[in-house]
């Protein structure tokens, strides 16, 4: 990821908390030898005194030597950038250079006029060869909608400088962005998490947003930091996590947030939080929703309160207070960051929690003690005895038997109608219904228990 974009997240989070950032570029993109964002038509270097460096670049792959040796001025654009007629614009720049001067302007495009430059900076002065961010400031006239930035610049080192990071004015990255803050949208969870795009990125990424929801989970750190989950409805596309630690809710509340959209390595998620009003509390949670362990990494279950049944643990210490549990569509970690519950190897469990992407793996977070729920005990390494869930059954079985052991499913006529060996969760699927023996050979000894499939 380029620098650049470390310099936007700060911009969105200074004083200017909403501001909107109109142009950026790290001088990335040349094509027939000009950077393709900028030498718009109020542009006065030439082409030659514009020449892209790429054994210097901080914020990208390359970057631009700027070159006017004379005392006059020549002006290095943008491209037409649409802009708010009125509004002020912040320029910020990181640049380089060892002798020249540099300021900022604006050109109406919509009323073919310049706009008054700011003053020099004196680059001996401010930069001495090293890189540093400079920031001046432009104000559209109030019948503005199109217009180009400009970098003015004169008195520089000539192309005949010692060394390729001195020559001219270095210019690695540059960010425009609006001073005014910029209200944010009142929008649902839904419309911030539901995408069609294979990334699961949100639409709403870096947008300010207003949205609401109940309090599903909380993950403390402290008497008054708390980040946690809400949800407004039941089912995919309704979760969403809050990355805050200046606002405590408690499980059930109903709030409303204010924050930035945004993708941290995979989760869309509410940071920059700047408001959290709590409308009311006790509030009824969500109806989980009832999933596959191994669903849980879809997209649309990103932080959503659900709930998976017939699982087995099959590790019960994973590292860091976490087990594992599969129903037979694939493993899922439980996490303890809100709730810690020590597992027992082979019991086969219904878990309720929201869940979460951490560490670069999708996990359950149950929530209170009443989320993990044990449906058939362990027992086997004691004797010989095993469980059955669920029973009558229709679908699928759970059963909590040592991964050596040979599973044996015999007809009420003594027919053999399955046979597996090592597994744990069955599929009986395709069994008509009726009465039938299940023998388990396991410790060299077998046992034998009734089942009904309905």
Known sequence: MKKIFTLLSILTVGSASFSQ?????DLSSWAAGDPTDWMGSATSITGANVVEQTAVSNYGLSDASLINTTASHVRFTTQNVTVVPGE??????????????????????????YTTYNTYFDMAVESAGNQVLLTQQV???A???????ILSLHSTDPATAGSPFFIGIIVDSVAVSATTPTPPTVTSIYNIQYTADISGDSPENGNVVTTYGIVTGVIGFGADIDRFFIQDGNGPWTGIYVYDNTHPVTLGDSVSVTGTVSEYFGLTELSSVTDVTIVNSGNAQPTPAAINTGDAAQEQYECVLVQVTDALCNNQDAGFGQFIVNDGSGDRLIDDQ???????????????????LSFGEVKIFPRIPADINILAYAGIEENNDFTIYPNPANDLLV???LPTA????????????YEANGKTTLDISALEPGIYMVNVLQNETVST???VVE
């Open 449 to 451: 228990q009734k089942l």
């Open 143 to 149: 019948t503005c909608t199109s217009g180009q930035f």
């Open 338 to 356: 809100i709730y810690q519950h020590v597992a027992t190897l082979n019991n086969v469990y219904e878990i309720t929690g929201v869940t979460f």
């Open 399 to 401: 059963l909590n038997v």
């Open 139 to 141: 104000t559209v006239p």
């Open 21 to 25: 950032v109109v142009f950026q570029s």
């Open 88 to 113: 002020t614009y912040q320029i910020e720049m990181w640049v380089a250079a060892s002798q020249g001067s540099l300021r900022t302007g604006f050109y109406d495009a919509t009323n073919s006029v």
């Open 406 to 417: 040979l599973v044996q499913i015999y007809s009420i006529s003594g027919s053999l109608v």
